[in-house]
C-alpha cells in the first residue's frame, strides 16, 4: 500500500510546513480517524477498511485517479501473504496432498495481483471444474499454505520448497506431469511463447553436485525476475531435466 503511505505522508509534510505545531494526532483529527489508527497505517501494520479509506478521500478531496492507484495498490497487498520471505518446507505426506499439476497452478495463480480471493476466479482462469477447484483448495487450506477468511481464499505462504526426505515415487508423479504438459506444449503453444532448447554434451559424474548447484543457482534468478509481473501476467511452468542421454540397457 505504497500509494496510500506516500500520499498520508506528503499531505501531512505540507500542512506541518504550514504550521509548525500541526501534530500527527491533528492529521488524525482531520482526517476523522484514531491517531493510534493513523500511525499504524502509516507504518504499514495495518490495511484500511473501507469505511477508514472513505473517511481518508473525503476528507483529502482525492481525485479519481490517485483513489485508482490506492485501492489497486490495496487490493495487491490483502491478497499477498503476510510474509513474502517465509519458506514453508513440505513434507512427503503434503506434497503428495498437492496432488497433480493443477494444485501447484491454483496455488500459484492466487499470486497475481488481480487475484479477488475466490474460487470461481481460479476456476475460470483455469478452466477447471469448479468443484474440483474447491476440493483443492481446501487441501492447501489443510496443508497451510492457505487461508479461509471473510469468504476469501488468502495466501499464507508465498515460497514453499519440498524437504530432502520425500519418497522419490512421490517425486516421481509429479515431475512426470510437469513433462508431459511440456511435450503438450510443443504442439499447443505458439513458438513465441515459449522455450524448449537442450543441449548435449559428455561430462564426468563427479561434477553432478557442481551442476545441481548450477541449476538451483539459474532457478532462483528466474524467480528473481518474474516476482513482481503485472496482474495479467500468463502461467509458466520452468522444468530443468539433466540426465545420461544413454540409459541402463543402451549402452
Not at 480517524?33 to 490495511?47: T, V
Not at 476466479?121 to 478452466?127: F, N, Q
Not at 553436485?209 to 511452468?237: C, H, N, W
Amino acid at each position: 500500500m505504497d500509494h496510500l503511505v506516500k500520499y498520508l505522508n506528503e499531505t501531512y509534510e505540507v500542512r506541518k510546513k504550514k504550521n509548525a505545531r500541526y501534530s500527527l494526532r491533528s492529521f488524525a483529527r482531520d482526517l476523522d480517524i484514531s491517531s493510534g489508527r493513523l500511525i499504524s497505517i502509516m507504518q504499514l501494520k495495518e490495511l484500511p477498511g473501507e469505511v477508514t479509506l472513505g473517511k481518508i478521500f473525503s476528507s483529502l478531496s482525492t481525485t479519481e485517479d490517485r483513489k485508482e492507484k490506492i485501492l489497486k495498490d490495496l487490493k495487491r497487498a490483502r491478497f499477498k501473504p503476510k510474509d513474502h520471505s517465509f519458506e514453508k518446507v513440505l513434507d512427503a505426506a503434503q506434497v503428495e496432498q498437492m496432488g497433480h499439476w493443477q494444485t501447484w497452478a491454483i496455488y500459484t495463480l492466487m499470486q497475481r495481483q488481480d487475484f479477488d480471493g475466490t474460487a470461481k476466479w481460479l476456476a475460470e482462469k483455469t478452466e477447471l471444474n469448479a468443484d474440483f477447484v474447491n476440493e483443492r483448495l481446501q487441501a492447501l487450506v489443510h496443508i497451510g499454505l492457505v487461508r479461509f477468511e471473510d469468504k476469501k481464499y488468502l495466501l499464507k505462504v508465498g515460497n514453499v520448497t519440498s524437504g530432502s526426505g520425500i519418497p522419490s515415487k512421490v517425486m516421481r508423479e509429479l515431475h512426470k506431469q510437469f513433462i508431459q504438459r511440456g511435450v503438450q506444449s510443443i504442439e499447443e503453444v505458439d513458438i513465441q511463447f515459449r522455450d524448449i532448447s537442450g543441449i548435449t554434451f559428455c561430462m564426468e559424474p563427479e561434477k553432478m553436485d557442481e551442476a545441481r548447484t548450477l541449476i538451483s543457482e539459474f532457478r532462483s534468478k528466474m524467480a528473481g525476475l518474474v516476482r513482481s509481473e503485472t496482474p495479467t501476467s500468463e502461467l509458466y511452468q520452468l522444468s530443468v531435466q539433466f540426465y545420461p542421454l544413454l540409459l541402463k540397457g543402451e549402452k
